[in-house]
């Protein structure tokens, strides 16, 4: 299997089929999102329900495949690449997109998780069958912070365990990966009490990250491994 992934990609001589794949279905679980925003902004909640949670399916069966052929990054902040430009376009343009696409999955992908936590609370069942919000102020969540707490042992975890990154990209990846989007959570707590004015504005937040998720991955996939220098 590894050798496999590791053969020739279908994008670039400089890809493999394993980092291909990975692209792939990144592209497939942000659209999946995204396409549930659509059905939410019509008012479609039953169907929007249920594309969110085939877009989780995807989004694990994603990080899992991710996990082990792409070392959730790390691999790209310690130059561990085929990477063929200079060093100087690197450290002025590729590193700091790369540090930013951290930023924007970590919190893409930890609002996703909220959502999906703060969909079933908020959620009403009307007596058609359809779903609509509940109003009210909403309770904060145990499930979510200890999902977050697993989230920030699984990064410890991972770092720990590739031995890749220096004690200082150590603690920025920890804070981008955990501190960040906790962070953000507390703000959304504070800031939107009602249950269904959060989920609305918070939604739409979480998509404006999704869409900046699928910039920043093609984008830095395509000068990584695409792009002719």
Same mark, same amino acid.
Do not use: E
């Given at each position: 299997?590894?050798?496999?992934?590791?053969?020739?990609?279908?994008?670039?001589?400089?890809?493999?089929?394993?980092?291909?794949?990975?692209?792939?279905?990144?592209?497939?679980?942000?659209?999946?999102?995204?396409?549930?925003?659509?059905?939410?902004?019509?008012?479609?909640?039953?169907?929007?329900?249920?594309?969110?949670?085939? +877009?989780? %399916?995807?989004?694990?069966?994603? !990080? $899992?495949?991710? /996990?082990?052929?792409?070392? #959730?990054?790390?691999? &790209?902040?310690?130059?561990?690449?085929?990477?063929?430009?200079?060093?100087?376009?690197?450290?002025?343009?590729?590193?700091?997109?790369?540090?930013?696409?951290?930023?924007?999955?970590?919190?893409?992908?930890?609002?996703?998780?909220?959502?999906?936590?703060?969909?079933?609370?908020?959620?009403?069942?009307?007596?058609?069958?359809?779903?609509?919000?509940?109003?009210?102020?909403?309770?904060? +969540?145990? %499930?979510?912070?200890?999902?977050? !707490? $697993?989230?920030? /042992?699984?990064?410890?975890? #991972?770092?720990?365990? &590739?031995?890749?990154?220096?004690?200082?990209?150590?603690?920025?990846?920890?804070?981008?990966?955990?501190?960040?989007?906790?962070?953000?959570?507390?703000?959304?707590?504070?800031?939107?009490?009602?249950?269904?004015?959060?989920?609305?504005?918070?939604?739409?937040?979480?998509?404006?990250?999704?869409?900046?998720?699928?910039?920043?991955?093609?984008?830095?996939?395509?000068?990584?491994?695409?792009?002719?220098?």
């Amino acid at each position: 299997m590894i050798d496999f992934l590791g053969g020739p990609g279908i994008l670039s001589p400089r890809t493999t089929l394993g980092s291909d794949i990975s692209l792939f279905m990144a592209m497939g679980f942000i659209s999946m999102f995204l396409f549930a925003g659509y059905l939410a902004r019509n008012k479609k909640g039953l169907a929007h329900h249920r594309m969110i949670l085939a +877009s989780m %399916v995807m989004m694990v069966l994603y !990080l $899992a495949y991710y /996990a082990q052929v792409r070392y #959730m990054g790390l691999a &790209s902040l310690s130059d561990q690449m085929k990477y063929m430009g200079g060093s100087d376009f690197y450290n002025t343009v590729l590193h700091p997109l790369l540090m930013a696409h951290l930023v924007v999955v970590s919190i893409s992908l930890y609002l996703s998780v909220y959502m999906v936590i703060n969909g079933f609370m908020a959620r009403f069942p009307l007596d058609d069958g359809s779903l609509t919000l509940k109003t009210g102020f909403a309770k904060p +969540s145990k %499930v979510l912070w200890g999902i977050g !707490l $697993a989230w920030f /042992a699984f990064l410890v975890w #991972m770092t720990t365990l &590739s031995g890749r990154l220096s004690s200082s990209h150590t603690v920025i990846f920890l804070v981008l990966g955990f501190g960040v989007p906790a962070g953000v959570a507390l703000l959304i707590h504070f800031a939107l009490p009602k249950a269904d004015r959060r989920h609305r504005i918070v939604g739409r937040v979480c998509l404006m990250f999704f869409g900046l998720m699928l910039a920043t991955t093609t984008t830095t996939y395509y000068l990584l491994y695409i792009a002719k220098y």
